[in-house]
């Protein structure tokens, strides 16, 4: 309880901020808006020739540009500005008084701020979902459902590890701009069925970057293309990546000196 009344007060505080800037929320939206018409032209050329492509079929690919809108958003609206935060703390060497607070610190540098106007992507994601999943065909019922969810955790669970690694490497390298890019690069990637790419990049989006964990394995959920196998691996994957980069942010606090080093 603690923690969730400290995080009612971060929130509280970060959307109050948020409301000088109200403008911003509609200027990100038209350009969500404008991306999600660039993606779908194009989807919808290619569908123009075939049916399906490696067998998703238009409707199933709509639920995957869906799913990765609604990522992009949770990413951008929770995640990455509170690391990015933490970057520009290492190197400025302020993360000094986020440490002496008398509360857990992994919990403080990732959960610090919320940027509400990044909802935008959310909004977006969501109405996209209602479209898709009514043109399916089949009635999405209580298991998909819990299905989509439990894979949305595990791929939300994915994506903050990776972030906290990323993060956790500035404690040794101060700057990781250039890794950020990549991991992006990748993420951008995930938007099309993973299958359409070959052998070797769509291994490395699964095992590497594991994007397919991210995006696609909860789009196949929802379309109910998505097996109990997946289902469980994807589960795996989010508790033991999380699991891991909590690790790592330990070791890499005890190497982490200070401003006064």
């Given at each position: 309880m603690r923690y969730l009344k400290l995080l009612g007060v971060l929130y509280r505080t970060s959307i109050q901020t948020d409301m000088e800037y109200r403008v911003d929320f509609f200027t990100r939206l038209v350009a969500s808006l404008l991306g999600l018409l660039t993606t779908i032209g194009g989807l919808s050329?290619?569908?123009?020739?075939?049916?399906?492509?490696?067998?998703?079929?238009?409707?199933?690919?709509?639920?995957?540009?869906?799913?990765?809108?609604?990522?992009?958003?949770?990413?951008?609206?929770?995640?990455?500005?509170?690391?990015?935060?933490?970057?520009?703390?290492?190197?400025?060497?302020?993360?000094?008084?986020?440490?002496?607070?008398?509360?857990?610190?992994?919990?403080?540098?990732?959960?610090?701020?919320?940027?509400?106007?990044?909802a935008a992507n959310i909004v977006v994601g969501i109405l996209l979902t209602l479209y898709s999943v009514g043109r399916l065909g089949n009635h999405v019922g209580l298991v998909q459902a819990l299905s989509f969810a439990v894979t949305m955790a595990g791929g939300c669970a994915v994506v903050y590890s990776l972030w906290l690694v990323l993060v956790t490497l500035t404690f040794w390298f101060v700057r990781v701009d250039n890794i950020e890019q990549i991991v992006w690069q990748a993420f951008e990637a995930a938007r099309y069925p993973i299958e359409i790419y070959p052998?070797?990049?769509?291994?490395?989006?699964?095992?590497?970057?594991?994007?397919?964990?991210?995006?696609?394995?909860?789009?196949?959920?929802?379309?109910?293309?998505?097996?109990?196998?997946?289902?469980?691996?994807?589960?795996?994957?989010?508790?033991?990546?999380?699991?891991?980069?909590?690790?790592?942010?330990?070791?890499?606090?005890?190497?982490?000196?200070?401003?006064?080093?």
């Open positions: 050329i290619a569908y123009g020739y075939t049916s399906t492509l490696k067998d998703w079929t238009y409707p199933q690919v709509l639920v995957l540009v869906a799913v990765y809108y609604l990522m992009d958003g949770l990413t951008e609206m929770f995640i990455a500005p509170n690391m990015r935060n933490v970057m520009s703390q290492v190197r400025e060497g302020t993360l000094d008084f986020v440490l002496i607070k008398p509360v857990n610190a992994q919990f403080l540098t990732s959960f610090r701020t919320v940027v509400i106007w990044r052998a070797w990049l769509r291994g490395g989006l699964t095992y590497i970057v594991p994007v397919a964990f991210i995006i696609t394995i909860p789009a196949q959920a929802l379309s109910g293309r998505a097996h109990q196998l997946p289902l469980i691996v994807s589960v795996v994957i989010g508790g033991f990546s999380l699991a891991a980069a909590t690790l790592f942010w330990r070791v890499g606090l005890k190497n982490y000196t200070g401003a006064s080093a």
